[in-house]
């Protein structure tokens, strides 16, 4: 694909996810801490995607700078448009209550900004800049989508009416186990430690 296609196709396609959350801003919020379940966020969990909302805004534009061309075509290549169209379709599966249909986006969104955060392993930021535009923004997500995987998953699917030793509640906590050891892997453990990512999650 050629570099100013696959920029461009970044933009539209951040622009239009975007616009879309912002359409439904009160729908998505609802998702995470109006459905009582026991992985379910407080009103502060849309919090993080903001801040990754406007690292991608800068990002849209840090990454036409000649010091993020290779880490744009070689880890970023196709996967963040991807991401982007991905949870723009998510956004309308929630409001069509299509809620398996929703649950296998956010599982593809997070191979897309998984398959990234393990490709841009091999980069480092040259600058303050890059470190916080073009760097930052795919460390934060990759934390994120975890949280967002499970946590669409048990409000689509579960609640607390069962009690605390039911499935659900069981199910919830070995989650939480399983995300703090991704976030331990991540922090310690990786090609390139990253503890931004392990922060989200603990978050």
């Keep these: 694909m050629q570099p100013v296609v696959l920029k461009t196709l970044n933009v539209i396609t951040y622009i239009i996810m975007v616009t879309t959350a912002a359409l439904h801003w009160e729908l998505l919020s609802s998702i995470y801490y ?8 407080t009103q502060y969990s849309m919090i993080l995607p903001g801040i ?5 805004a800068g990002f ?3 990454q036409w700078r000649d010091s993020a061309y290779d880490y744009v ?9 991807a991401s982007n169209l991905v949870i723009t379709t998510w956004v309308f599966t ?5 809620l398996v249909v929703s649950q296998i986006l956010v599982i593809i969104n997070a191979i897309f900004i998984g398959r990234l ?11 303050l800049i890059d470190y916080i535009f073009v760097h930052l923004p795919f460390s934060i997500y ?12 048990f409000s689509s ?7 605390p030793d039911s499935w659900a509640a069981i199910g919830a906590a070995g989650s939480i186990v399983f995300m703090l050891i991704i976030a331990n892997y991540q922090a310690q453990f990786s090609q390139d430690p990253d503890s931004w990512s392990a922060i989200v999650i603990g978050l």
């Design 142 to 153: 990759a934390g994120l989508v975890w949280v967002n995987v499970f946590q669409s998953f």
């Design 117 to 127: 955060f393990m490709k841009k392993q091999s980069f480092t930021a040259t600058s």
């Design 34 to 41: 109006d459905r009582p379940n026991y992985l379910r966020g």
């Design 60 to 62: 849209s534009i840090a």
């Design 73 to 81: 075509m070689d880890a970023i290549e196709y996967n963040l448009f």
């Design 157 to 163: 699917f579960t609640t607390k009416e069962a009690g």
């Design 52 to 56: 990754v909302f406007v690292l991608l």
């Design 94 to 98: 929630w409001k069509l209550e299509w």
